[in-house]
T-cell receptor
Framework: DTGVSQNPRHKITKRGQNVTFRCDPI?????LYWYRQTLGQGPEFLTY????????KSRLLSDRFSAERPKGSFSTLEIQRTEQGDSAMYLC???????????FGPGTRLTVL | QKEVEQDPGPLSVPEGAIVSLNCTYS??????FMWYRQYSRKGPELLMY????GNKEDGRFTAQVDKSSKYISLFIRDSQPSDSATYLC??????????FGEGTQLTVNP
């Protein structure tokens, strides 16, 4: 499979717990993006990496969120002390720039109880 | 005001109809325009990518961009039940982050 993969696909957690999601981009894509999507809305940008460098972070990415992309391959997104408002679909996308066309993974659906 | 506004829908059409999906935007710095299709509980799938005003056709799909009016459209000809999904417009400046519309839910009835 040459597409973007994300794990886990679903995560249910209790408020206050920490969660970590993983994204494996398309091979040789140098850019990796994280977005968040709530029901009935379009995805919202969170952060992106070029190789291992995190180049941009949205104001949506509070101090409880951290993302890494060690060695410029897979990426992890960690949410500490989860809140009910964190319940959403977390989407990962990758691209090769230029032309930077972004291809999305299936997403990780997070439910915080 | 949101940077990208999309006709909210939902939209329900009979099989074989021509579908028109529309977005307007306020940021004149947007240079690249995309349409994604998203099935329920799946990730968005890229349909069309354009960077200039005018039309771009791919099979039953035509993307139209009018930069002077800050308006983009996606037309689907001979719509099929398998086209039932949420359609998202997305735009990007010279940077990298995509800015999405809210999506239009389309149902094509057999």
């Amino acid at each position: 499979d040459t597409g973007v993969s994300q794990n886990p696909r679903h995560k249910i957690t209790k408020r206050g717990q920490n969660v970590t999601f993983r994204c494996d981009p398309i091979s040789e894509h140098n850019r990796l993006y994280w977005y968040r999507q709530t029901l009935g809305q379009g995805p919202e940008f969170l952060t992106y990496f070029q190789n291992e460098a995190q180049l941009e972070k949205s104001r949506l990415l509070s101090d409880r969120f951290s993302a890494e992309r060690p060695k410029g391959s897979f990426s992890t997104l960690e949410i500490q002390r989860t809140e009910q408002g964190d319940s959403a679909m977390y989407l990962c996308a990758s691209s090769f720039a230029p032309p930077d066309t972004q291809y999305f993974g299936p997403g990780t659906r997070l439910t915080v109880l | 005001q949101k940077e990208v506004e999309q006709d909210p829908g939902p939209l329900s059409v009979p099989e074989g109809a021509i579908v028109s999906l529309n977005c307007t935007y306020s940021n004149s710095a947007f240079q690249y325009f995309m349409w994604y299709r998203q099935y329920s509980r799946k990730g968005p799938e890229l349909l069309m990518y354009t960077y200039s005003s005018g039309n771009k056709e791919d099979g039953r799909f035509t993307a139209q961009v009018d930069k002077s009016s800050k308006y983009i459209s996606l037309f689907i000809r001979d719509s099929q039940p398998s086209d039932s999904a949420t359609y998202l417009c997305a735009m990007v400046t010279s940077g990298s982050r995509l800015t999405f519309g809210e999506g239009t839910q389309l149902t094509v009835n057999p």
